[in-house]
């Protein structure tokens, strides 16, 4: 468990640790958008879950038995994405193209020439 002295806040037993997991997932849904698979999306909560867990080894093999996930799993989670590590906010997705306008008749204005 961590030191309240060493990191500033308070430390929290596993009852609080369990309340606050929903928190936590829904926290992490912000950082959807990084990862275009819904299947590797969901490594981060487990990943993220296994640092603050009071498991006393912090790397992927323990953190991978303790939240039942193959392990070679989460290690290809954290080997093969491709992290920014630039702290602030990311710039937004460019937007699809926009589609050509027709015309008030609902023709293509190049297409039907």
Known sequence: MLSSKAYG?????????????PRLK?????FDDCFPRKDTRAH??????????????KSVEPIAINAGVPVRTLQEFLSQHHWDARPGPRPAPAPPPRRARRTQLGRHPRRDQ
Not at 26 to 30: D, N, Y
Not at 47 to 53: A, D, F, K, N, V
Request: aromatic share 6%; no cysteine.
């Open 9 to 21: 806040g308070m430390s929290m037993d596993i009852q609080q640790m369990r309340k606050l997991k």
């Open 26 to 30: 829904r926290f992490l849904t912000q």
């Open 44 to 57: 981060l909560p487990v990943y993220i879950s296994g640092q603050l867990s009071d498991i006393p080894e």
